[in-house]
């Protein structure tokens, strides 16, 4: 599975941004997408998380401002970013949990988006 995000750029203040990631390849059944991000000197943390189902999880940070969305049929998953604030300016990732089934059993992986940068000035 291969993941490409597109959306990132500069905003001012107060401002909104809509990230979006396509899933594309053969390799399992994709199950739970989500959205992370590293700022500069800072280690990567999860900003929004979307199960195949719908059911949403979101960092304490995240909660009111962004809103993250999907589309099964089409592999893909947005983030709506409002309110944006200096503070939000990192690189953000898309990941997605993808299970492989196979004669020997499922086995889980892993896959990341190579990052689309989100700058808010102040």
């Known amino acids: 599975v291969h993941l490409v995000e597109s959306g990132g750029g500069l905003v001012q203040f107060g401002g909104s941004l809509r990230l979006s990631c396509v899933a594309s390849?053969?390799?399992?059944?994709?199950?739970?997408m989500a959205w992370y991000r590293q700022a500069p000197g800072k280690e990567r943390e999860l900003v929004a998380s979307i199960t195949s189902r719908g059911d949403t999880n979101y960092a304490d940070f995240a909660k009111g401002r962004f809103t993250i969305s999907r589309n099964n049929a089409e592999n893909t998953v947005d983030l709506q970013m409002n309110n944006l604030k200096p503070e939000d300016t990192a690189d953000y990732y898309c990941?997605?949990?993808?299970?492989?089934?196979?004669?020997?059993?499922?086995?889980?992986?892993?896959?990341w988006g190579q990052g689309t940068l989100v700058t808010a000035s102040s």
């Open positions: 990941h997605a949990d993808v299970v492989v089934t196979t004669i020997e059993g499922d086995t889980n992986l892993e896959h």
């Open positions: 390849g053969r390799g399992g059944s994709i199950k739970t």
